[in-house]
């Protein structure tokens, strides 16, 4: 047994000192939200948003690259009987054109225009229907890997990061999804 410790010196604030508080706490990881910000069109792209939340309290964990369904076109279809030929013959005599298609496994289709602009298939699919053919559109979508960055935020600092990114990235408008529920959210 060794010689007894002295005791602890504890100084207590007089009437006239005010109590400091406590410091502040670094957040802890059980207190930090993952959040994917994308999709990008690059990786430079979204490096430059993670560099422009560097100092914000946000936390960078990594780029991945999520499969991001596009769409890519309008297809203008109309359903092709059990003789397609006679039913392009129609639509030819009434100054259309198309051809015989079995995309997406829906059966024999006559694709009469692929439009990158919605407003350009629905003049057309308006013509149709004003001639009495049952025309619709069909998105074409196409899968893409498109980088998303990986961060780690408070509560407390994840409006000082989205406030930092507009500011330095004028028009940046990634979303801030959720990592957890992997819902998508615009801000």
């Given at each position: 047994?060794?010689?007894?410790?002295?005791?602890?010196?504890?100084?207590?604030?007089?009437?006239?000192?005010?109590?400091?508080?406590?410091?502040?706490?670094?957040?802890?990881?059980?207190?930090?939200?993952?959040?994917?910000?994308?999709?990008?069109?690059?990786?430079?792209?979204?490096?430059?948003?993670?560099?422009?939340?560097?100092?914000?309290?946000?936390?960078?964990?990594?780029?991945?690259?999520?499969?991001?369904?596009?769409?890519?076109?309008?297809?203008?279809?109309?359903?092709?009987?059990?003789?397609?030929?006679?039913?392009?013959?129609?639509?030819?005599?009434?100054?259309?054109?198309?051809?015989?298609?079995?995309?997406?496994?829906?059966?024999?289709?006559?694709?009469?225009?692929?439009?990158?602009?919605?407003?350009?298939?629905?003049?057309?699919?308006?013509?149709?229907?004003?001639?009495?053919?049952?025309?619709?559109?069909?998105?074409?979508?196409?899968?893409?890997k498109t980088p998303w960055l990986e961060?780690?935020?408070?509560?407390?600092?994840?409006?000082?990061?989205?406030?930092?990114?507009?500011?330095?990235?004028?028009?940046?408008?990634?979303?801030?999804?959720?990592?957890?529920r992997g819902s998508a959210g615009r801000?």
């Open positions: 047994m060794g010689p007894p410790e002295p005791p602890l010196a504890v100084s207590v604030p007089s009437a006239g000192e005010a109590a400091l508080p406590p410091p502040a706490q670094a957040p802890t990881s059980e207190s930090l939200q993952c959040f994917l910000l994308g999709p990008g069109t690059s990786i430079t792209e979204v490096d430059r948003w993670g560099a422009a939340i560097a100092g914000t309290g946000v936390t960078q964990a990594s780029v991945r690259r999520l499969d991001q369904e596009t769409v890519t076109g309008y297809r203008v279809m109309v359903p092709a009987p059990s003789r397609p030929e006679v039913m392009l013959g129609k639509l030819a005599a009434a100054g259309f054109e198309g051809f015989v298609t079995d995309k997406g496994g829906r059966g024999p289709e006559i694709s009469l225009g692929l439009f990158q602009v919605r407003a350009n298939a629905e003049r057309l699919r308006t013509r149709l229907r004003e001639q009495g053919y049952a025309a619709t559109i069909l998105p074409d979508r196409e899968v893409r961060v780690h935020v408070s509560a407390q600092d994840l409006s000082g990061a989205k406030a930092a990114l507009v500011e330095k990235i004028p028009g940046a408008g990634p979303e801030w999804r959720d990592c957890r801000d």
